[in-house]
């Protein structure tokens, strides 16, 4: 049987769209590449979206091994080799706050490792690639999909790592594989019902105004009625990635799956304000004193909560061009829906279940 490799997974993104990836490939099957110690997690994961999909019995399973690893710690795995046909590359850190040591080697090496094994698939038909929109790192203006060595900077190691092994990629689709990546921007809960399994980017300032009282005091950097912020439901980015791979015409592009229409901080933290019954105070200060008072000032961030590597995205001077994304989704029924249609249950969630944490799997 035709295999579908999965790395990522049990992760966020991952989870959701293996059921969807198999329910357009009814002759493969899903393998999962997962780290020894998230086997069991992974099993439990696996075994209870069978029994959401009944269609998956026998047609989704395990190996253990680690990208990080040369042939992805699985050895000649020949077998498996051979019967690959697609490759969902998901697995990366997913940390702003990131040191660069581990996230060149999950994020670059890791990459480098699962191009190997991609060459050495004779039947290998797409690498479907997960990057992310701020590989545009603090590129000043509108980053296109058609961009990516444009001299920028960059915010942290996560967004350096990620453009390094993006640039790998592309790389290796100039030498002939046939590939295609997908950019989400900051991905939060489900749409419809607010699920997420991390509570990180505006989780932080929802998380900060729930913890206040009616009048909530709001720190402010940089302009935020000028400044926007992308945020993307998982919804969205499973449902348009399900779909693109699918599709031909997909194959050698790069899509942004970012709101067309973001919001401006300012809008957020209103927005935000409102789904928590809250009305802000909000308090100017320069972008480095904020920074240095989270880092450097006993108690400030364990009464924020929120990393110093988050105000980054305050004043963020990029925007994301989606015309690819916007055109080969035409006609599917797949948009970004916006914030203020889902702003609620976002917060619904986070209200019942504290327990989600915000550490991300490595």
């Given at each position: 049987m035709d295999a579908i490799?999965?790395?990522?997974?049990?992760?966020?993104l991952g989870s959701e769209l293996l059921p969807r990836v198999l329910a357009r490939a009814p002759g493969a099957e899903a393998v999962c590449l997962v780290q020894p110690k998230y086997a069991p997690l992974a099993r439990a994961r696996l075994d209870?979206?069978?029994?959401?999909?009944?269609?998956?019995v026998g047609r989704a399973g395990i190996?253990?091994?680690?990208?990080?690893?040369?042939?992805?710690g699985l050895g000649a795995a020949d077998e498996l080799k051979a019967r690959v046909v697609e490759i969902f590359h998901l697995a990366a850190i997913y940390d702003l706050s990131v040191k660069r040591e581990p996230a060149m080697r999950v994020n670059v090496e890791g990459t480098r490792h699962m191009l190997d094994f991609a060459a050495r698939c004779p039947k290998l038909r797409r690498f479907q690639y997960v990057s992310t929109c701020y590989v545009s790192g603090r590129f000043p203006g509108t980053f296109t999909e058609d961009m990516l060595e444009e001299g920028q900077a960059f915010n942290n190691f996560y967004e350096e790592t990620?453009?390094?092994?993006?640039?790998?990629?592309?790389r290796a689709m100039r030498g002939g594989l046939p590939a295609t990546i997908y950019r989400p921007a900051v991905v939060v809960g489900d749409s419809t019902t607010g699920a997420t399994q991390k509570y990180?980017?505006?989780?932080?300032?929802?998380?900060?105004?729930?913890?206040?009282?009616k009048l909530a005091l709001m720190p402010m950097v940089g302009d935020s009625r000028k400044t926007r912020f992308n945020v993307v439901p998982r919804d969205f980015v499973v449902d348009a990635i399900a779909y693109l791979s699918g599709r031909p015409a997909s194959l050698g592009r790069v899509y942004q799956l970012a709101d067309p229409d973001p919001l401006t901080i300012d809008e957020l933290l209103t927005e935000l304000g409102r789904c928590t019954a809250r009305k802000l105070l909000r308090v100017p200060l320069p972008l480095k004193v904020a920074k240095a008072s989270i880092e450097k000032v006993p108690g400030v961030y364990s009464l924020l909560r929120i990393p110093s590597s988050a105000l980054d995205?305050?004043?963020l001077p990029t925007?994301?061009?989606?015309?690819?994304?916007?055109?080969?989704?035409?006609?599917?029924?797949?948009?970004?829906?916006?914030?203020?249609?889902?702003?609620?249950?976002?917060?619904?969630?986070?209200?019942?279940?504290?327990?989600?944490?915000?550490?991300?799997?490595?």
């Open positions: 490799l999965f790395t990522g997974f049990p992760g966020f209870a979206l069978v029994a959401q999909h009944p269609e998956l190996v253990e091994g680690d990208i990080v690893q040369p042939d992805l990620k453009y390094l092994a993006e640039v790998e990629v592309q990180d980017g505006p989780y932080f300032v929802i998380q900060w105004l729930l913890r206040q009282p995205y305050f004043v925007q994301h061009a989606t015309s690819h994304a916007r055109a080969d989704l035409a006609g599917s029924g797949i948009a970004c829906p916006p914030f203020r249609d889902y702003s609620d249950r976002l917060v619904s969630f986070m209200r019942a279940h504290p327990e989600v944490g915000s550490a991300a799997m490595v």
